[in-house]
């Protein structure tokens, strides 16, 4: 199993059918599935820029405000920034990207963001500003908090989820 990068930069899991080397260049067949398992699958050749393996299962402990996760959301690993801690639920407020409102995600659906590069898995080293913008103060304006039925599953949903999806992607019924 790998996992497939979309055009925004997320995430979502594949299996290689096929490696392909042309001219020096290795590109792969893969079959993937969308998070609807039905609405957007199938089988695409794809650069070898696109593909990395599954990161590797790390035990983190707690997140912190202002770092770099990624979010397993629906059937995608999506790239967030941790805005809240909810201590008592162990549930935390991520906002994705370009969005102003944050979701409310269970620890067991975040992962540290890494980068695979020269096929070595490298941790992001946590800063408190980067891609998302700078870092906040105090006097900084409360996200508003979606209440969204998807992204508020209990402890187990997205990871149940995730593992349903991968047993259909390898079964080939997406």
Same mark, same amino acid.
């Given at each position: 199993?790998?996992?497939?990068?979309?055009?925004?930069?997320?995430?979502?899991?594949?299996?290689?059918?096929?490696?392909?080397?042309?001219?020096?260049?290795?590109?792969?067949?893969?079959?993937?599935?969308?998070?609807?398992?039905?609405? @957007?699958?199938?089988?695409?050749?794809?650069?070898?820029?696109?593909?990395?393996?599954?990161?590797?299962?790390?035990?983190?402990?707690?997140?912190?405000?202002?770092?770099?996760?990624?979010?397993?959301?629906?059937?995608?690993?999506?790239?967030?920034?941790?805005?809240?801690?909810?201590?008592?639920?162990?549930?935390?407020?991520?906002?994705?990207?370009?969005? @102003?409102?944050?979701?409310?995600?269970?620890?067991?659906?975040?992962?540290?963001?890494?980068?695979?590069?020269?096929?070595?898995?490298?941790?992001?080293?946590?800063?408190?500003?980067?891609?998302?913008?700078?870092?906040?103060?105090?006097?900084? @304006?409360?996200?508003?908090?979606?209440?969204?039925?998807?992204?508020?599953?209990?402890?187990?949903?997205?990871?149940?989820?995730?593992?349903?999806?991968?047993?259909?992607?390898?079964?080939?019924?997406?």
């Amino acid at each position: 199993m790998v996992e497939l990068r979309d055009d925004d930069s997320d995430w979502s899991p594949a299996m290689i059918i096929k490696e392909m080397v042309e001219e020096n260049e290795k590109s792969f067949i893969v079959r993937y599935c969308d998070g609807k398992f039905l609405v @957007k699958s199938g089988i695409a050749t794809v650069d070898s820029r696109k593909v990395r393996p599954r990161q590797p299962l790390v035990s983190l402990g707690e997140y912190e405000l202002l770092d770099h996760v990624e979010v397993f959301d629906g059937s995608l690993w999506r790239r967030g920034v941790v805005r809240g801690i909810l201590t008592l639920e162990g549930r935390y407020m991520v906002s994705f990207w370009g969005a @102003k409102s944050a979701w409310q995600f269970s620890y067991s659906d975040l992962r540290p963001l890494m980068e695979w590069e020269d096929g070595i898995w490298q941790k992001r080293p946590k800063s408190k500003s980067g891609s998302f913008g700078k870092c906040y103060s105090r006097k900084r @304006k409360r996200v508003e908090v979606e209440d969204c039925p998807d992204h508020n599953q209990n402890d187990t949903g997205n990871v149940l989820n995730a593992n349903v999806f991968l047993l259909s992607l390898f079964l080939g019924l997406c």
